[in-house]
């Protein structure tokens, strides 16, 4: 496929979404960014202009059919990138906006696409998740862009629906499954569901991040690369593959903060598949061979985490009573082991219908 005129990133200035623009922007194409207009985005948006990142932007919500018409009409891209999306666990707490976000906005938006008559390349931001529960104590092959979809919560059966839906939409498109995104934005993950949502994976899961840096390379060279049509499973270098045991502990240690008591975090049944989380390692070979985009290590990504603002002394002074804190405020400490579903304890935890969809 030859160079677009013109790309159009929605969420352009979320975790992923701004890196996505920088990448795209380096890479000499035309980037229009739709998103909210909120103080995070405004700051976001004055950050990338102070870098010299150019690109244009418009206020727009993807729950309204009209306005994403509209923008999608007046840009005419020849690629969208989605990336905008309420994300896990976030849209546990919130389900009602987070299925108007993520399946009915991306409707909204294809529809756009296919009403412009330019018949612009799709590609669809959607997790790995969507393969449903990994048990550690099996022997799974690792995660790639062909494994089944099996999702079980709403937040995949939300990436799951869009796949579904960008496949038959009759555009050229491209999905990138990606992994835990592991962000250097200050406060990246620090909200009260992330926190209750770290306690809620057991420690012997395993699990593939990947830098937010590099998944933004990987999604802008979607917008060009030999890819249409297919699916691809993204994640970082070898050594971002840990268990969730060790990447908690790794993370902590480069904020100043000590691994909470390990006893506070859920244990699953060995035996009860359904009771773990939809994470795992990923096979890269594929989508680094068509994209090209790894290049920071998780050694890497942990010396940026410690090498951050002066808070992270704060945080050392302060580690062991954080993690204190924490670990009590688990509802999973001195628990017996678990064979109920993941599912199950993320209703519970978050004060939500077991059958929310």
């Keep these: 496929m030859s160079d677009p005129t013109g790309v159009l990133v929605t969420g352009g200035f979320g975790n992923v979404g701004a890196h996505v623009v920088r990448s795209a922007a380096a890479a000499g194409h035309d980037v229009t960014v739709i998103d909210l207009r909120t103080d995070a985005t405004t700051a976001k948006a004055k950050a990338l202009r102070a870098e010299g990142v150019p690109f244009t932007a418009h206020a727009v919500d993807l729950t309204d059919p009209l306005a994403v018409a509209e923008v999608v009409a007046a840009v005419a891209p020849g690629v969208i990138i989605h990336t905008a999306a309420v994300i896990a666990p976030t849209a546990f707490t919130m389900p009602e906006r987070a299925r108007a ?84 934005d200050e406060g990246w993950g620090r909200g009260d569901e992330f926190l209750r949502f770290m306690f809620l994976i057991p420690l012997d899961q395993r699990e593939h991040g990947c830098d937010a840096r590099d998944v933004g390379r990987a999604v802008a060279n979607a917008a060009t690369a030999d890819v249409e049509g297919r699916i691809l499973a993204i994640g970082g270098t070898d050594d971002w593959r840990t268990t969730a045991r060790e990447h908690r ?29 939809a994470e795992d390692v990923v096979d890269t070979t594929e989508a680094q061979h068509l994209l090209d985009f790894q290049r920071i290590s998780w050694a890497d990504h942990l010396d940026a985490i410690s090498a951050g603002p002066v808070t992270r002394t704060l945080m050392r002074a302060m580690g062991p009573a954080v993690a204190g804190t924490l670990a009590r405020r688990s509802p999973f400490r001195d628990q017996p082991i678990d064979a109920e579903s993941l599912w199950t304890r993320v209703a519970d935890t978050f004060g939500i219908p077991h059958d929310t969809r």
């Excluded at 099996?138 to 099996?150: A, F, K, Q, V």
């Excluded at 993370?251 to 699953?268: I, S, T, W």
């Design 101 to 184: 976000v993520n399946v009915d906005g991306t409707a909204n938006l294809l529809a756009a696409a296919k009403a412009s008559g330019r018949n612009p390349r799709f590609v669809f931001l959607s997790s790995y998740t969507v393969v449903g529960p990994r048990n550690p104590h099996r022997n799974l092959d690792p995660i790639t862009g062909d494994t089944p979809s099996d999702p079980a919560d709403t937040y995949a059966r939300h990436k799951a629906e869009g796949e579904a839906m960008v496949a038959a939409s009759g555009l050229p498109w491209t999905v990138l499954r990606l992994p835990a995104v592991g962000s250097l």
């Design 249 to 277: 502990a790794a993370a902590l240690a480069a904020q100043g903060l000590p691994m909470p008591d390990v006893r506070a975090f859920r244990r699953a049944h060995a035996d009860a598949d359904h009771a773990w989380y």
